[in-house]
């Protein structure tokens, strides 16, 4: 029998403060967001009914993929039941009492500090590699030295304690992190709304098979907004392939374009089919 879920809860990898605990409250405000020390624990959490839902992000607009991600999703039975776009603003915080003209040291996650880079350099402030974000900030508010300051986000000054000495400090506006969002059972969107599906793939291997297999997308007019490989089994010869495509499984076309995915393929597994969110039109207005 399949362990009870805990409905009110949402897991996300991280300390509290993290933006991706800021994902959790903005998407699902209902929810009470539960923090993992990896993500394999997220995963875990929903897996054995500790939490309806994960949040997990998977590709930044400037960092690109995030690691371990597509490794770990092949591994899971869970299913991708939505995706959530949230906008990366980074602060500059520090403990009560300091000031720009005291700190000397930025601690932040690696992508925080090297989205920074800007500021970082106007301030000459020496910058320390951290796990994550919050956990930076939690850092500095345990240190209390006005010479210490992090990089991370509001709800990590609020939870922490810390005063914002610089807002908005990204150097790149458009700095956004996608998330999907995992569940035990697959969603099942309403007819007549966009939705994206997500599968993983490997082709045959024979000549020219992944020309091949992607071919039925193109002939039946299936956009493809995603396509990344990656080796499995430590092998350079063994490729799987993740792919986002537009439309249902049960759409005449996209149905006619598994099917020649499946031809020249040894596996398909789809990960999820879920609604396209709205901030997609928003990004693309914005890379225009």
């Known amino acids: 029998m399949a362990a009870e879920t805990d409905a009110r809860r949402i897991a996300f990898q991280g300390e509290p403060g993290a933006y991706s605990d800021l994902a959790c409250r903005r998407a699902y405000p209902e929810l009470e967001p539960l923090p993992c020390r990896a993500f394999e624990d997220a995963f875990a959490a929903v897996e054995g009914g500790e939490a309806a839902l994960a949040m997990i992000p998977i590709e930044n607009s400037i960092a690109g993929r995030v690691a371990d991600i597509h490794r770990l999703l092949p591994e899971t039975g869970l299913h991708i039941v939505a995706e959530h776009f ?36 106007e301030l000459g402030l020496a910058a320390l590699v951290h796990a994550d974000t919050a956990g930076a900030a939690a850092e500095v508010a345990r240190l209390a030295d ?22 908005d400090i990204e150097d790149a506006a458009h700095n956004t992190t996608r998330f999907i969002v995992l569940a035990r059972e697959p969603a099942h969107p309403p007819p007549g709304i966009p939705v994206t599906t997500t599968l993983l793939f490997k082709v045959r291997n024979v000549p020219a098979a992944l020309y091949k297999a992607l071919g039925g997308f193109a002939t039946n007019g299936v956009n493809m907004t995603k396509l990344e490989s990656y080796m499995t089994d430590g092998s350079f010869t063994a490729t799987l392939f993740y792919a986002d495509i537009e439309g249902h499984p049960e759409d005449h076309s996209v149905r006619l374009a598994l099917e020649e995915l499946d031809f020249f393929s040894r596996e398909i597994r789809i990960l999820g089919v879920y609604p396209v969110s709205p901030s997609r039109s928003d990004m693309a207005g914005e890379a225009c």
């Open 86 to 121: 949230e906008l990366v603003r980074h602060q500059l915080l520090a403990a009560p009492g300091a000031s720009l003209d005291t700190i000397r040291r930025v601690r932040s996650h690696v992508h925080a500090l090297g989205q920074c880079g800007r500021l970082i350099r």
């Open 146 to 167: 006005p010479g210490e300051a992090a990089i991370a986000s509001t709800l990590a000054a609020e939870h922490y304690g810390l005063q914002i000495l610089r807002a």
